[in-house]
């Protein structure tokens, strides 16, 4: 069901993006409802004549097909529908907020429902992006852009949540707070009000913990660690609380003459209440369906199966709510509670043989199982891998838990009688306790790690795993350790070769219509500039960049430092360093990108990395660091056991600046051109000085500039050096060698 669904709506995205009439072809429809139906009247007609159970499931199966298929269509319909009654200024709507806000690169967001002004009916639903945060069920009159969704991934996602378009707010004219009586959300608010988690980290992570509100959490130093750990699931409402909450009330009940079939009743209920509480996440839902599911097979005298409970949960979903599939919680819950199911208790037998104790492999089973099922969905989006994550959650998981039941009893201890507010400092304790453990673990040496993933060919580990499992599904303890010790040390020499042993080389990396240069050689790393976003982190990631000594930024144009934040935020940097004078100017963006050392560079001054050395040749007075006359320029040699490079790296620097500098640097065999290659880049008297065997522009494919121009092309042709452009080759490495030098294109 999950997979008709998913292609189904592909197909309707795919519709939308090319405008079609009708985003969802029906004949898609009638294939898959016809390919459910022959299912169906093959198994139906087998179980006639058979008593086995293989036609069973094929019944079952060609039922689900035909059900997810008609919930696709119907929801693609109401999206198409939705899109075309959109329309307007965005003050001829009411906008009543729907879900809890969220902090993002723009603004703080959160879904709206937009009802028309003059008749009072709903026409849409829609994200929501404002300066400010708004509380659920508030009524909204503003002034603001709605704006189609564009054909990102992101849109998608927000497509498939049923949202439809996007509006800017500008101004708030009139905002309404909910009125009437909800005695769960008036419970959450109360709750929220005790709690404060505006007042410190520790308090906002009580707040998530406990009623799922990490709005204030959100951009804190304290998610940021525990997502650099692989702590963040312990903070989402997820099967993790509610088998907590779940198994602490029936202990409770166990002790009381509540019969059995109503305890269930009691919990079961309880987890629904607690999922609408905290707001009805995906993956909260799948928990308390997959919790009622077990209960109701207890009381039914059937064997609980956490499989059957998680299938039921997600056909649910499919024929309630198709669009959940595209949803990356209900994605990570899913597959982590399907990788546990299937192979927890083996990976905790396999641990346990190896002569961990049981407790410890039991919950060393649970984590690895959990990551391994979501590295193929978190790896494309975030690119980075917590190597310390299962110790982490070894550590830091009884911490939260103990929060998140101490949490409950003091908050709710606090809404019921006000002078009891003080029993909360119990649980910020615990929430203090658990970020300072998840900072000292975050503070490891290559605790997380960037992790390429363009080509997926991290995908063969599985394909290695399960050939490992099914040949060998049970090996004794010698033949363990040994098979386990062995990947491990192959995963060490990997890493220390990369950490300590990489050849030199200066690679031009493909950031787009951007710079970000490597200079390394063996355990020294620099870049030279930072990209404009975080695909700098991408490109870092793919060529085995796992620490730098330090950050060169030519300027302030953000192509050349955009992508600093993200760079920081993942790899641990030394040191920036800027241009004389250059550094009162630092945009303000980078203030808060984290703690570094921010230092100058003057004319004369020189880097050392490895055997290379990078010697600063412009400017030659300081600079405030706007003007791509202001770029910081390099003169980079290295000359080692016979092998040669030289290069120069010119920022944004064109042939004005480059006739001021280029007799001192002299010969060299590696120009980077300056400004991505503009006609004034370069010139014959530029590269007759230089006398470069090769150039290389950084551009992005299809940019505006039309860069590198016609005129810089045919300069660096006419001079017989070799032309080379990101875009088109992708990473350009030049290595030193013997009587010359390597080059190394990524494509």
Request: charged share 15%; with cysteine; hydrophobic share 50%.
């Amino acid at each position: 069901m999950c997979a008709v669904a998913a292609l189904l709506l592909h197909a309707c995205w795919q519709g939308r993006t090319a405008g079609s009439e009708v985003w969802l072809d029906p004949l898609w429809v009638l294939v898959a409802i016809g390919g459910g139906a022959l299912l169906f009247s093959i198994g139906a007609l087998m179980r006639a004549s058979s008593r086995r159970r293989l036609p069973l499931w094929l019944m079952w199966m060609g039922a689900g097909v035909i059900v997810a298929a008609c919930t696709s269509m119907a929801f693609a319909t109401t999206l198409q529908a939705e899109t075309g009654r959109l329309g307007g200024p965005a003050s001829s709507y009411t906008f009543v907020v729907t879900s809890e806000p969220s902090e993002g690169t723009y603004g703080i967001s959160c879904t709206a429902d937009a009802y028309a002004r003059d008749t009072g009916t709903r026409r849409a639903t829609v994200r929501l992006t404002a300066q400010e945060a708004f509380s659920i069920g508030a009524r909204l009159h503003l002034v603001g852009r709605i704006e189609p969704l564009d054909d990102s991934d992101w849109a998608r996602s927000r497509l498939m949540r049923g949202e439809v378009a996007s509006v800017d707010v500008v101004h708030v004219n009139e905002m309404a707070q909910p009125d009437g009586f909800d005695p769960i959300r008036d419970l959450r608010a109360a709750a929220l009000a005790a709690i404060d988690p505006a007042a410190s980290a520790a308090r906002a992570l009580v707040a998530g913990t406990v009623c799922g509100s990490t709005a204030e959490l959100a951009g804190t130093d304290a998610q940021e660690v525990f997502a650099r750990t692989g702590l963040s699931h312990l903070v989402a409402v997820s099967g993790s609380h509610l088998a907590l909450i779940a198994s602490f009330v029936e202990r409770a009940l166990g002790r009381t003459r509540v019969r059995r079939t109503n305890r269930f009743a009691i919990i079961g209920g309880l987890s629904i209440a607690y999922v609408v509480f905290t707001g009805g996440a995906p993956s909260a839902v799948r928990s308390a369906a997959m919790v009622c599911a077990s209960f109701a097979a207890q009381v039914g005298r059937r064997r609980g199966h956490g499989i059957s409970a998680l299938a039921l949960s997600a056909c649910g979903f499919v024929a309630l709510r198709p669009g959940v599939v595209y949803d990356l919680g209900f994605q990570l819950s899913a597959t982590s509670v399907l990788f546990i199911q299937l192979f927890g208790r083996y990976l905790a037998h396999l641990i346990a043989r190896m002569g961990a104790p049981a407790a410890l492999a039991e919950a060393l089973s649970l984590t690895l199982a959990a990551q391994w099922a979501t590295l193929p969905l978190t790896l494309p989006i975030f690119g980075e891998l917590s190597l310390v994550a299962p110790l982490a959650n070894l550590v830091v998981g009884p911490l939260m838990s103990a929060l998140l039941l101490v949490g409950l009893i003091a908050t709710g201890a606090a809404v019921i009688a006000a002078p009891l507010a003080p029993l909360l400092e119990i649980p910020c304790a615990l929430a203090r306790l658990s970020i300072f453990v998840a900072e000292l673990l975050g503070a490891i040496p290559l605790a997380s790690v960037p992790v390429a993933v363009e080509d997926g060919r991290y995908l063969i580990l599985y394909a290695v795993a399960a050939a490992v499992y099914l040949a060998w599904p049970d090996p004794g303890r010698i033949p363990l350790l040994v098979g386990t010790g062995a990947a491990a040390a192959c995963g060490a020499v990997w890493l220390v070769r990369w950490l300590l042993f990489v050849p030199a080389s200066i690679t031009v990396l493909d950031v787009g219509q951007a710079d970000a240069i490597l200079v390394r050689d063996g355990s020294s790393c620099i870049l030279m500039d930072a990209g404009v976003d975080e695909v700098v982190v991408e490109a870092l990631a793919r060529n085995r960049v796992f620490e730098l000594d330090a950050v060169v930024i030519s300027h302030w144009d953000r192509d050349h430092w955009g992508g600093l934040p993200a760079v920081l935020e993942t790899i641990p940097v030394d040191r920036v360093l800027v241009a004389a004078g250059a550094a009162d100017a630092m945009p303000e963006e980078l203030a808060g990108a984290g703690s570094f050392e921010l230092a100058e560079l003057r004319a004369g001054d020189v880097l050392s990395v490895g055997g290379f050395t990078c010697e600063v040749v412009w400017p030659r007075t300081a600079v405030e660091g706007s003007e791509n006359a202001d770029s910081l320029v390099l003169d980079v040699q290295y000359d080692a056991d016979g092998r040669e490079l030289s290069a120069l790296l010119t920022g944004d620097t064109e042939r004005d600046q480059e006739h001021a500098y280029v007799s001192e640097v002299g010969d060299i065999d590696v120009l980077k051109l300056g400004h991505h290659g503009s006609a004034e880049s370069v010139d014959a008297a530029v590269l007759d000085a230089l006398t470069p065997e090769i150039a290389i522009a950084s551009a992005g494919a299809h940019n505006a500039y039309g860069h590198p121009t016609e005129e810089c092309i045919g300069a660096v042709r006419d001079s017989g050096a070799a032309m080379l452009c990101t875009k088109d080759v992708g990473d350009v490495t030049v290595e030193p060698a013997e009587g010359g030098v390597r080059v190394i294109t990524e494509r």
